[in-house]
């Protein structure tokens, strides 16, 4: 069974930076996966912000470009660590933020329900 823990939430003022992480384990092989990061406020749906493809290549929602980074880091084949380095916060980055990965990578990126796990999701929070 595939777990996913994030860490490294936190609240931080506009211009800071946070960088997430997401422990993932339980695979029998990650290069079978792809994973991405999505966020959440109260009473509104679960938006994608960001992920990899099968090749590595990653995307980004519009509004976090050139702000956020997603990378990964594969310790071996069953085990990888998925980042969101965020640069440049704003207010309106507030959210829960959640890893995800799924098991069908030419599933469309932006629909949470492609993906097949998922983190409990941490708390980014951004004062003006």
């Known amino acids: 069974q595939v777990q996913l823990v994030e860490s490294g939430g936190g609240s931080v003022q506009a211009g800071g930076s946070l960088r997430l992480s997401c422990n993932a384990s339980?695979?029998?092989?990650?290069?079978?996966?792809?994973m991405g990061w999505f966020r959440q406020v109260p009473g509104k749906p679960r938006d994608w912000v960001a992920s990899?493809?099968?090749?590595?290549?990653?995307?980004?929602?519009d509004s976090v470009k050139g702000r956020f980074t997603i990378s990964s880091d594969g310790e071996k084949a069953t085990l990888l660590t998925l980042y969101l380095q965020m640069n440049n916060l704003r207010p309106e980055d507030t959210a829960m933020y959640y890893c995800?990965?799924?098991?069908?990578?030419?599933?469309?990126?932006?629909?949470?329900?492609?993906?097949?796990?998922w983190g409990r999701g941490i708390q980014v929070t951004v004062s003006s």
């Open positions: 339980g695979f029998l092989d990650y290069r079978d996966y792809c």
């Open positions: 990899l493809d099968y090749d590595g290549r990653p995307n980004y929602l």
């Open positions: 995800a990965v799924k098991g069908q990578c030419w599933r469309a990126n932006r629909v949470p329900e492609n993906y097949d796990f």
